[in-house]
């Protein structure tokens, strides 16, 4: 009996060897990770761009995120609370969020509800310049109700409640770290925002600026098991191709983030079998936007590219049709973005449940549809072979930032536009003068000195009312707004912004879907925006790297917690 | 002399705040935007705030002035005081701020100098000790062989950019040999032998390229000076006093052959410090260099201010310290 016991005794320690070794803390050891974009400040709510984010959220983290498949998960807090749970207000307008039991910030004291309120009160400032104010839109106030629970009041009805302290955008910071260092101090805390204290899987050795950072794990994680590893080298800058090769040919890295190069170099790459490529796909289409105002130089400065102007060729929906006919789609992904991208026909291509099935008549190229809907228009074929109406020819200015598969776009569409009778004006402006948003440059996209202008866009989260509601009028960049707006097309129709109203009214998740798609119908039946491609996220890791679950609704390191060594 | 450099050094100031001012006016006028980089998911009234909060709202010349008086006074406090370890130095207050990890622009200066100092400074040091010696033998046995194949080197050395001798370098031995690493590890502390190999493998590629840039430079320097003294009366006088060549050359010589190099040289000290921009992008040093050309891109104004005028200031400095070296090593030469 008893050698049974022992011989039982010693098969379960065997049975539970290789488990335990795994559970350990720290076990897999080193890992690098390469980012081809350098993170410059470790405070998401001072920088809004995405190497920051997703450097902090290795450490910070927020009460509840998306994940993989964009439904929203509890992170630090105990659930998700909806309107079923009781934990959203009937009338939406406020929201109580419950934080786990035990937890405890990097630096052993415990996380409490102050600091939660605090990260609100944080980004909130008037002076602070918070890169995230978009997500605390409309909060009135975050009340503290005990030790673990916050309500957030919101001073309208909010049908989707989960902008304040969801997604690594709105992580929670630390009260004792930041209480000196709201509004116009916030950049004085050099310390603070260099080396957040926080309650993810590792904590912040070494940050060198728009250089490299070093991690440690956090001893004082909630998952005693976890993360696997032990230390994280975060390198930064160089470019997207060399990230690549340091992943996927050279084996010197284990994950490269955001590998936007040509399908056959990273196929080249993937040859080099120390790695491979993943992809995911989000929310982000190229697409072209079309000029609804005239961007003629000849006009006064006041009304050129403003809707005191209507565009004369543009103003047409059969011309913009026709130049969205004569697109083919599939050979932009095949020769963009391989299998990071696919066809889109709609401005809003996922979640499912705001993805509209009305449009996919433009994935297949229709030239002739296309010359049909010219000659319609009165657009006759002159004499080398470009249309011409009343002494004007159709000519088109096409503007882009600079960059390969954006230039390679330009050169294939003007081809296509060249074969029904349109003329293309190519033109690419540096990326940072192009974004840039300065108004006393010519060249920015809002400024749109350009009959159609090419660029991608998203937006963040799951719900796109935001995004849907840049259309909407009076939101078109002008000069009484510096050239600040995000109607880039200067559309302007009532009864779409009636609809958007209605989207922002009706809280079920089945009615929001149905405006939702209604809302993208009227923008892409209108040719207002020409679809191309709805753009994946690919990245790269090691073959000997596991647990990577790309995710493009949240951080990619979401779960870097349970990244492990193979 | 005295007088000489105190005058010089006072109309330097006058100097180096108009080259600010310009600097600072065109970036002013240059297109671009410290938000560029931000997603277009940031909507622009949240953008707007971000501007206002890094200080853009204010009309330019206030920033200049602001910027002057932090420049001029509040961060050598903060240098003054890190070197000498006195905190009272300090003044307190705000500092130059990078708009980019809005952290200390001194601060980030401080922690990218030592790469740069490594590569640049030790390139340029090897480049004269090899460019000394070749330039004399080249002048002593002027059309030799050695005088050919050493102006051939220089040659290549003048006319082939680092940006294509760097990638050549790469090519060759980091992914056919796969002796050198292409990613320059700023986390490396020297602390082993084998820490220091490591060191001495990243470091090797970039010092190479930059030796033979500057070298080759030098080199010129040496041989065409040498060669002027060579064929003058005081060099036939002390052969004819029996002198061996040895002291003919390297004493008579190349003593008054130096004082023009000397210059040369003190004036590219200030390049050490402004980095090799283009080198240090192909190797990944980062360094000073690589930090300029990521303020420009990233519209990073106090950045890009505050590094352009430092180099102003050395350039001037090193100007002033190559005409009074002039002076000092040629008794002829008399600024009073």
């Keep these: 009996m008893k050698r049974t016991m022992a011989l039982f005794g010693a098969a379960t320690a065997l049975a539970m060897m290789p488990l335990a070794a795994h559970a350990e803390r720290g076990a897999s050891g080193h890992l690098n990770i390469i980012y081809w974009q350098a993170p410059s400040i470790l405070n998401p709510y001072l920088s809004g761009g995405t190497k920051d984010v997703e450097s902090s959220s290795l450490v910070l983290e927020p009460l509840a995120r998306y994940n993989q498949n964009g439904e929203l998960v509890a992170w630090l807090a105990e659930s998700i609370p909806t309107v079923e749970n009781g934990g959203v207000a009937e009338d939406l307008t406020s929201i109580t969020w419950t934080l786990r039991e035990g937890l405890l910030w990097s630096d052993g004291t415990p996380v409490t509800s102050a600091d939660v309120a605090f990260s609100a009160e944080y980004c909130m400032h008037p002076e602070g310049g918070c890169a995230q104010a978009a997500r605390y839109q409309d909060v009135e106030s975050v009340e503290i109700v005990d030790e673990r629970t916050v309500t957030v009041h919101f001073s309208v009805p909010k049908p989707v409640p989960y902008g304040p302290f969801v997604t690594a955008q709105s992580p929670i910071i630390q009260r004792a770290q930041f209480e000196n260092c709201t509004g116009a101090r916030a950049p004085e805390c050099t310390d603070a925002n260099f080396y957040p204290i926080g309650t993810g899987a590792f904590r912040v050795v070494d940050f060198r600026p728009n250089d490299v950072i070093s991690f440690e794990a956090n001893q004082n994680y909630r998952d005693p098991a976890l993360p696997h590893f032990a230390t994280i080298t975060f390198k930064g800058g160089g470019d997207a191709a060399s990230a690549g090769r340091a992943v996927m040919e050279t084996g010197e890295m284990d994950y490269a983030w955001n590998l936007q190069l040509a399908p056959d170099v990273i196929a080249t790459m993937a040859q080099g079998g120390r790695g491979v490529p993943i992809s995911a796909f989000g929310t982000l289409v190229e697409r072209i936007e079309v000029n609804m105002t005239d961007p003629s130089p000849d006009l006064p400065p006041e009304i050129r590219s403003t809707r005191a102007a209507p565009h004369p060729v543009l103003s047409d929906i059969r011309v913009r049709e026709a130049l969205s006919r004569a697109i083919d789609r599939e050979l932009l992904v095949e020769v963009g973005y391989g299998q990071a991208g696919r066809p889109s026909c709609n401005l809003v291509p996922a979640p499912p449940i705001f993805r509209s099935d009305a449009n996919d008549n433009c994935l297949e190229q229709d030239l002739d549809r296309a010359r049909a809907l010219l000659d319609e228009a009165g657009w006759v074929v002159g004499a080398v072979g470009i249309r011409v109406r009343d002494g004007r020819r159709l000519t088109i200015d096409y503007m882009t930032s600079t960059n390969a598969v954006r230039q390679d776009f330009q050169a294939l569409i003007q081809q296509w536009w060249r074969e029904i009778g349109v003329e293309a004006n190519l033109r690419n402006i540096n990326a940072s003068v192009f974004f840039g948003g300065d108004p006393g440059s010519p060249d920015t996209f809002q400024k749109f000195y350009a009959d159609v202008s090419m660029y991608a866009n998203n937006f963040p989260g799951t719900d796109p009312e935001a995004y849907l509601g840049a259309y909407r009028c009076g939101f078109e960049p002008r000069p009484e707004t510096q050239w600040q707006g995000e109607n880039i097309n200067r559309f302007c129709d009532p009864a779409y912004d009636a609809l958007h109203l209605q989207l922002a009214q009706t809280a079920s998740i089945e009615e929001r879907g149905r405006i939702g798609r209604e809302l993208n119908d009227i923008l892409m039946q209108n040719y207002i925006i020409i679809p191309l491609v709805d753009r994946g996220r690919l990245s790269a890791h090691s073959n000997t790297l596991g647990g990577v679950v790309l995710n493009t609704w949240d951080s990619e390191l979401w779960n870097v917690a349970e990244w492990h060594r193979l | ?336």
């Design chain 2, 1 to 336: 002399m005295f007088t000489f450099t105190m005058r010089r050094l006072l109309l330097a100031i006058p100097t180096l705040l108009f080259i600010a001012l310009v600097i600072f006016l065109l970036l002013e006028l240059s297109p671009g935007d410290p938000m560029s980089d931000m997603p277009l998911t940031i909507p622009p009234e949240v953008r707007q705030q971000m501007r206002l909060a890094l200080g853009l709202g204010e009309a330019w010349y206030i920033r200049f002035y602001k910027w002057l008086y932090l420049f001029s006074v509040v961060e050598p406090s903060h240098v003054l005081a890190n070197m000498t370890g006195y905190d009272w130095l300090r003044v307190e207050g705000q500092r130059i701020l990078s708009f980019q990890t809005r952290s200390p622009v001194a601060d980030i200066i401080a922690q990218r100098l030592p790469q740069t100092l490594w590569v640049v400074g030790l390139s340029y040091l090897f480049g004269i000790l090899v460019a000394v010696p070749i330039g004399i033998y080249s002048a002593y046995r002027q059309y030799s062989w050695f005088d050919q194949a050493g102006t051939f080197v220089s040659m290549v050395g003048f006319s082939l950019p680092t940006f294509f001798t760097g990638p050549l370098l790469i090519l060759i031995f980091s992914i056919w040999l796969g002796w050198f690493p292409i990613i320059y590890d700023t986390t490396l502390v020297v602390d082993s032998w084998a820490n220091f190999l490591k060191q001495l493998r990243q470091m090797a590629m970039p010092v190479f390229v930059l030796t033979l840039y500057n070298a080759a430079q030098i080199t010129r320097f040496m041989r065409a000076s040498m060669l002027d003294n060579l064929t003058q009366d005081y060099v036939r006088t002390a052969r004819a006093k029996g002198m061996t060549e040895r002291i003919v050359v390297l004493v008579h010589v190349l003593r008054n052959s130096l004082i023009p190099v000397v210059t040369v040289i003190a004036l590219g000290i200030p390049t050490i410090f402004t980095g090799a921009i283009i080198t240090e992008q192909v190797f990944r040093v980062n360094g000073l260099g690589a930090l300029l050309i990521g303020a420009i891109y990233g519209s990073d104004i106090p950045m890009v201010l505050t590094l352009s005028v430092v180099f102003a200031i050395l350039i001037v400095l090193f100007n002033l310290i190559a005409d009074i070296l002039y002076a000092v090593l040629d008794p002829r030469i008399r600024y009073d």
